[in-house]
């Protein structure tokens, strides 16, 4: 029995680190597979929108017979309760968790894994979280209107403070009150929550992947800040919920100003972290390291392969000799809005590859739905370990013209309206990418 639960704990582990859902992630320390850690991103188009929400998940010997338990991390030291159903404390109210009574044919069974689980904690996250408190279909009144607004409004700016940037200040070291870089920052066990469940306090599975998707929705989180600051001015407090009690609230003021400052900083630290990777490697290159060899012989695979795809129109080359760091230049199609063009492309590569995963800059100017306004390229990489992949991919990334719709890719927000608005702005957004691929060639 026990072995079999190993088993299927494992399954659903490895189909959830092989799917394509980008905003699920899991993790576990090899030592203990009943011990997961968990990263949910807070779904578009909601106060948690592009938020990183960290769950501990401990699976019991009888799984899946019974549920496994569920613990919330991002709690800003067991301080901050980010839904009605989740609270300070970490406890996650869900019926199939049995730490809820829902409706007849909601519990748990062992049909649902930890997929299943971590969804349904998803969907808690929508875009009037005010509706999971009990009683809600009866709430019609002005002053139960305003209550949801203002709960709506208290967990977007909280979610920006907690979930992102005290996270990112974390993973980088940067002393939030002046921007200064001190000692990378050691969760501490007890206020995260995270001895409940085993955990050491230096296992952060998901630092790199919340490097790379900070960098991606960097333009999402600076609208935010804008709309908000316009309605929330600077130390003007949080209104406090009917359902919130001593100990399981969310409190505090509204700083927008501060959290934009903030945010800048993470952001001008990652660019030169990427800066920092090319530095080490020019130096694990004259020593000849394992992996400066390993990527060199990889950078000439890619060159034969792409040499013998006459479909594409590239080339690759290493900065200054540099195999961390690798350009691309991509030639655009005939006869399709990149017709002219010639986009830039650096690849920025760790000296903790793979383990640490390459960040994409476009160079070159362009208007595109998958290109920010500062060149972050979003694209979805088959063989992280692969380099080869990465060409691959960022090729595909530009060159999609009818991409299916998925609001976690679309990094441009002025070009990802028009991409999906009106056939009159999409005819708009073509006219800006055919401009920015003719002009290009003079960047």
């Known amino acids: 029995m026990a072995d079999q639960s190993i088993l299927r704990i494992t399954r659903e582990l490895r189909d959830i680190q092989r799917g394509s859902d980008l905003s699920i992630a899991v993790a576990c320390k090899d030592s203990n597979v009943r011990h997961i850690r968990a990263l949910i991103i807070g779904p578009p188009d909601t106060p948690y929108e592009f938020g990183f929400f960290e769950f501990s998940v401990k699976f019991g010997r009888e799984y899946p017979t019974k549920s496994p338990a569920v613990n ?10 980010f839904n009605p159903n989740i609270y300070a404390g970490g406890k996650v109210c869900l019926s199939i968790l049995g730490t809820w009574r829902g409706e007849r044919g ?50 977007r700016h909280e979610t920006l403070r907690v979930s992102v940037i005290e996270r990112l200040e974390g993973y980088l070291g940067i002393n939030k009150y002046n921007g200064s870089y001190v000692m990378p920052y050691t969760p501490d066990v007890e206020t995260d929550n995270r001895g409940d469940m085993g955990f050491e306090a230096a296992f952060e599975p998901f630092k790199d ?178 380099l080869c992949s990465y060409v691959e991919a960022i090729v595909a990334a530009i060159e999609d013209e009818n991409p299916a719709y998925d609001p976690r890719t679309l990094v441009n927000l002025e070009a990802s309206r028009l991409f999906w608005g009106s056939v009159e702005d999409r005819k708009v957004y073509s006219r800006k990418l055919r401009r920015s691929a003719q002009d290009s060639s003079e960047f």
Request: glycine residues 6%.
């Open 72 to 81: 919330s991390l991002t709690t800003n030291g067991g301080r901050t309760r």
């Open 209 to 386: 992947k919340v490097k790379r998707l900070f960098l991606w929705y960097y333009d999402s989180y600076v609208k935010a800040i804008d709309e908000e600051s316009k309605k929330h001015s600077d130390g003007s407090r949080f209104e406090k919920m009917p359902f919130e009690g001593t100990g399981n609230t969310m409190e505090g003021t509204f700083q927008y100003t501060d959290l934009m400052t903030r945010l800048t900083v993470i952001r001008m630290r990652l660019m030169q972290e990427s800066d920092g990777w090319v530095t080490e490697g020019k130096i694990a290159a004259s020593k000849e390291s394992s992996l400066a060899n390993n990527l060199q012989r990889q950078f000439e695979q890619t060159v034969e392969l792409f040499k013998k795809n006459d479909a594409i129109a590239l080339d690759l080359e290493l900065v200054d000799s540099n195999p961390f760091l690798w350009q691309l230049v991509l030639f655009g199609r005939p006869m399709t809005n990149l017709d002219g063009g010639m986009f830039r492309v650096k690849i920025y590569i760790s000296p903790q590859f793979p383990s640490e995963l390459p960040r994409v800059k476009v160079e070159t100017p362009i208007f595109h739905h998958r290109v920010s306004k500062d060149g972050q390229l979003c694209f979805l990489v088959q063989k992280p370990d692969e």
């Open 106 to 155: 909601e519990e748990w069974s062992s049909a649902q894994g930890l997929e299943s689980i971590l969804i349904s904690i998803q969907s808690l996250m929508s875009g009037n979280p005010y509706e999971n408190e009990p009683g809600f279909e009866n709430s019609n009144t002005d002053y139960d209107k305003k209550n949801q607004q203002a709960y709506v409004a208290k967990i």
